[in-house]
């Protein structure tokens, strides 16, 4: 899954990004869209995994984008 974050400059976009992701930014940084991947914390795998012993756990992961602010501008 994939979430973009967007929205007016000095909104808390980064924030809530920072927040989420546990990755810290910048919000005065280069303006350019910051990914980060988060695992989905899931106790249902492990027990799966520890019942059926699959050769292979695949976590759900979130792919999430920090897009610099939308200026309203013309």
Same mark, same amino acid.
């Given at each position: 899954?994939?979430? *973009? &974050? &967007? *929205? +007016?400059?000095?909104?808390?976009?980064?924030?809530? !990004?920072?927040?989420?992701? #546990?990755?810290? %930014?910048? $919000?005065?940084? %280069?303006? #350019?869209?910051? $990914? @980060? %991947?988060?695992?989905?914390?899931? #106790?249902? +795998?492990?027990? +799966?995994? @520890? &019942?059926?012993? $699959?050769?292979? =756990? =695949?976590? @759900?992961?979130? #792919? !999430?984008?920090? !897009?610099?602010?939308?200026? +309203?501008?013309?």
């Amino acid at each position: 899954m994939k979430i *973009g &974050i &967007i *929205g +007016l400059p000095q909104s808390g976009k980064s924030t809530v !990004f920072s927040a989420v992701t #546990e990755k810290p %930014v910048d $919000p005065y940084g %280069v303006s #350019e869209p910051k $990914p @980060a %991947v988060v695992q989905v914390p899931d #106790e249902r +795998l492990t027990k +799966l995994a @520890a &019942i059926y012993n $699959p050769k292979k =756990v =695949v976590r @759900a992961t979130i #792919e !999430f984008i920090d !897009f610099p602010g939308i200026s +309203l501008d013309n």
